[in-house]
Structures are given as C-alpha cells and as structure tokens.
C-alpha cells in the first residue's frame, strides 16, 4: 500500500544543534515529496518540494532535504536549529500520475527546541 | 500572497446539530481541500473540489459533505455532528498542475462536538 511514514513524532534539540527529520515513502515511482512545517495555532506552511533534478533542495527559514531514491526518503534537515523552529513538521507527498494535487500526509514530527 | 481564510477559528457545537465550515481563498485557485487533522493521525483528507460544483471524496468522507457554488468558496457540512467528529479542520487551495502544485492551508477551525 502507498504510505509516508514520519519515525519520529518528537525530537528535541538544543539551540544552535543540528537537526535531522526522517521521512519515508512506499508507492511504485517517486511521487512529488513536500514538507511543511505548522507553527502553535496556525496553518501549515510548505517548507521545499522535491519534483526532479538536484537531489537537494533548498527551502525557507534555512532548511533543506535530501532526496535518495535508493532508500525511499526524503528527510529534512538544518544546520542550526533556532528556538523558533520548535513547530510541527510534516512530510508529504503525491504520486506524479493520477495522483491530482491530493497530499497524503506522514503523521508528523513534534520539534521542541531546548535554549 | 494567498491567503486561505476559514471563518471560525473555534466552535462549539451540540451532538446532533448541523455544522457548517466556510471557508474563502483570494487567489482564483481551482483545487480546494478539506484535512481533519488529529493528534498522532497527521492530517486526513475529506473532501475535495477541482472545480466549481464538482467534489470528489477523500479518504474519510463518512459523516461529512461539501458544496462549492463559487470558485472561491468551499463549506465543509457535518449534517448531524457528533463527538468523534471532535477535531481541527484545515482548509486549503492549489491552482491547477499536474500534482506538483504546493497547498496554501487556512490556519484553521477547531471543532469540539459536546
């Protein structure tokens, strides 16, 4: 069955750290690959898009995400992690045929950032 | 920049009552979605509209309907509420592409059925 899978549903980091989300997808053919992120009582705002080409992607707020097709995953990551990036993350994604614009979601990934 | 507008950002509501959720985007955007999302479930898509008048079901249709009788407009109806309907409800909009085109989402209507 097609699914994204979000491994982690919390993760804290310390200001200034690195940081690393995982997201993995199962369908037949690289689908589009997308990450929001949703900030405390607001709407999800699109973070980067993977569609083709270089397999890293820069995005907004300084964050970026590696495509590797031989493992399936799409993860976000950024060099150093502001206390204002504490939010919820989420991986998604639509397959490139049939797939209309419907997102299917990964469950989320909690961040809380220590200072 | 669009701007995805839904009505309330709260509501209370009574089993059994019938609940409407408006939602309004400025950017003559074609696709309109409606996601419930719960805590360790993401987000799950409802319905959704690629045209006016048009709807299609998403993956947890049971329980709700929509209606889009203009281009910007998409209202999610719950015709008889009930608790498991307890949620937060996102509205979004995309214009027309081939799948790549990003979600704009609204920033939400927190529903809690008593």
């Known amino acids: 069955a097609q699914s994204v899978t979000q491994p982690d549903i919390h993760i804290t980091v310390s200001e200034g750290a690195s940081l690393e989300l995982r997201c993995n997808y199962s369908?037949?053919?690289?689908?589009?690959l997308f990450w929001y992120v949703q900030s405390p009582g607001q709407g999800l705002q699109l973070l980067l898009k993977?569609?083709?080409?270089?397999?890293l992607v820069q995005g907004i707020k300084g964050f970026e995400a590696e495509f590797k097709r031989s493992q399936s995953s799409f993860n976000l990551r950024k060099p150093s992690v502001h206390w204002s990036d504490a939010a919820e993350y989420f991986c998604a994604v639509v397959p490139r045929k049939g797939g209309g614009n419907k997102l299917t979601f990964g469950t989320g990934t909690q961040l809380k950032v220590e200072l | 920049d669009v701007k995805v507008t839904q009505s309330s950002r709260y509501l209370v509501k009574r089993t059994g009552e019938k609940v409407f959720l408006e939602c309004v985007q400025d950017?003559?955007?074609?696709?309109m979605f409606w996601y419930r999302q719960d805590p360790g479930l993401g987000l799950r898509l409802i319905y959704f509209?690629?045209?006016?008048?048009?709807?299609e079901k998403g993956d947890i249709p049971e329980g709700y309907s929509v209606s889009r009788e203009k281009k910007e407009r998409f209202s999610l109806i719950l015709e008889s509420a009930s608790t498991n309907q307890t949620s937060m409800y996102l509205c979004?909009?995309?214009?027309?592409?081939?799948?790549?085109?990003?979600?704009?989402f609204g920033n939400g209507t927190r529903l809690t059925v008593t």
């Open positions: 979004a909009s995309s214009s027309r592409g081939a799948g790549g085109s990003p979600l704009h």
């Open positions: 993977y569609f083709s080409g270089d397999t």
């Open positions: 369908y037949g053919a690289t689908p589009y």
């Open positions: 950017m003559d955007h074609e696709n």
């Open positions: 509209s690629y045209d006016v008048k048009m709807k």
